[in-house]
């Protein structure tokens, strides 16, 4: 296996689910690639339906103030809308 140097200036990262924690996924391995991806890109923004919001899944990805933007259909409630605000991610929807 090679090591590549990968870096972009904005990382768009589909998870599976986004909760107070932070965000989750299904497959160990793709958490591990999505949170290197994040780790190298100059600004994150999560996509995330409502349905996933609310939800924690196995492999976390990272934690709330891992991303900057959260991009979503509906404007989170509750616990979850307080901890975004609280990690300062600017949730976007529409």
Known sequence: MHDVDIRCDL??????????????TSNLGDATMMAEMMERAERTAI???????????????????G????????????????ALAQADVTVVTG
Do not use: C, H, I, N
């Open 67 to 82: 991303a900057d933007y959260l991009v979503t259909d509906t404007p989170p409630a509750g616990e979850l809308a307080s």
């Open 47 to 65: 996509l995330a339906d409502s349905s996933k919001l609310g939800r924690r899944l196995f492999a976390q990805v990272a934690p709330l103030r």
């Open 11 to 24: 990382a768009l990262v589909a998870v599976g689910a986004v909760d107070a924690s932070g965000y989750s």
